[in-house]
T-cell receptor
Framework: GIQVEQSPPDLILQEGANSTLRCNFSDSVNNLQWFHQNPWGQLINLFYIPSGTKQNGRLSATTVATERYSLLYISSSQTTDSGVYFCAVLTGNQFYFGTGTSLTVIP | DAGITQSPRHKVTETGTPVTLRCHQTENHRYMYWYRQDPGHGLRLIHYSYGVKDTDKGEVSDGYSVSRSKTEDFLLTLESATSSQTSVYFC????????????FGEGSWLTVV
């Protein structure tokens, strides 16, 4: 199956800092999504972004499908941004997930 | 909220016993999925369904079976639970009003002792 790699695996930020999370995938995909898993385990959809750039408040995402990567930008981070961020790609009928980036934002 | 309910939310069971997890959805989504989440592995697909009585295996299907006898319910069965199946299980949906976006239920925490 397709390989999905996320980097960095762990990230610790001071509140107010900016960060970039990366998702690389090994083959062509039908779509790509970003998720945030909060400390209670809930998986929250952030972006559906098969290509191009989208922004939602302090978060934005860019996918360059031809080069097989996506980036998630978090600006002015807050403690509530803590958790694990996953990217998922769809190929055929199956979604494949990366192993995530664990983000800790300290006050 | 894509109208997904998982039950039970928490369960402790003994090795060798059968366990069934239920995923119920209320919005007529075509695709339903079962994932397990383990430290260091992210989310891995167990089985998925693309319609009533239409199911297929994912990457970690050994030891699991599924059934979808009606659109709204997707059942995951562990025929004889083992300690290696201790995990958090997530149901997900896509299709219909969700389009190509996948949405998750709140998870079922299963401990096999």
């Amino acid at each position: 199956g397709i390989q999905v790699e996320q980097s960095p695996p762990d990230l610790i930020l001071q509140e107010g800092a900016n960060s970039t999370l990366r998702c690389n995938f090994s083959d062509s995909v039908n779509n790509l999504q970003w998720f945030h898993q909060n400390p209670w385990g809930q998986l929250i959809n952030l972006f559906y972004i098969p290509s191009g750039t989208k922004q939602n408040g302090r978060l934005s995402a860019t996918t360059v499908a031809t080069e097989r990567y996506s980036l998630l930008y978090i600006s002015s981070s807050q403690t509530t941004d803590s958790g694990v961020y996953f990217c998922a790609v769809l190929t055929g009928n199956q979604f494949y997930f990366g192993t995530g980036t664990s983000l800790t934002v300290i006050p | 909220d894509a109208g997904i309910t998982q039950s039970p939310r928490h369960k402790v069971t003994e090795t060798g016993t059968p366990v069934t997890l239920r995923c119920h959805q209320t919005e007529n989504h075509r695709y339903m999925y079962w994932y397990r989440q383990d430290p260091g592995h992210g989310l891995r697909l167990i089985h998925y369904s693309y319609g009533v009585k239409d199911t297929d295996k994912g990457e970690v299907s050994d030891g699991y079976s599924v059934s979808r006898s009606k659109t709204e319910d997707f059942l995951l069965t562990l025929e004889s639970a083992t300690s290696s199946q201790t995990s958090v299980y997530f149901c997900a949906i896509s299709g219909g009003s969700a389009g190509n976006t996948i949405y998750f239920g709140e998870g079922s925490w299963l401990t096999v002792v």
